[in-house]
């Protein structure tokens, strides 16, 4: 798995003009699946990113976790993470997984997130979406279940 992890001020997701997720201070998770990923690896990023201490403390260092912060996540499945732009012009996704495996296990990795107390609204799978977010700090990460 691969997700794109964005600290937030704010954050929403619309479908066809309609808001589906919106959230206050937290995190906008990008998250991308590929074939050989598991529930392992939806576990282990799930709790990597509720303990990540990139919120600041009363010194103003990044050391205060979202579970800490009582923060919202924001998680939107995004299988263009798996596109290969090495050859030619239009990127290839064919590491990315197919949405019969890929749904079950972005959903799983957001049932992970909330059996950890947090607040997660979704964008919803497979659509076209509008995904709004004031990025705080700015803040952004990569983060990637299997070694890169």
Known sequence: MRIVVQRCKSAQVAVNGDVV??????????????????????????????QLRIFEDEQGKMNVSLLETGGQVLSVSQFTLYGDTRKGRRPNFMAAARPELAEPLYNRFNEL????????????????????????????????????
Do not use: C
């Open 113 to 148: 997130l909330r059996d950890k107390g947090l607040r997660v609204e979704t964008g919803t799978f497979g659509a076209m979406m509008d995904v709004t977010l004031t990025n705080w700090g700015p803040v952004t990460l990569i983060m990637e279940s299997q070694p890169i």
């Open 21 to 50: 997720g919106s959230i206050a201070e937290g995190l906008v998770l990008l998250v991308g699946v590929t074939h050989e990923d598991t529930e392992r690896d939806a576990a282990y990023l799930a709790d990597k990113i509720a």
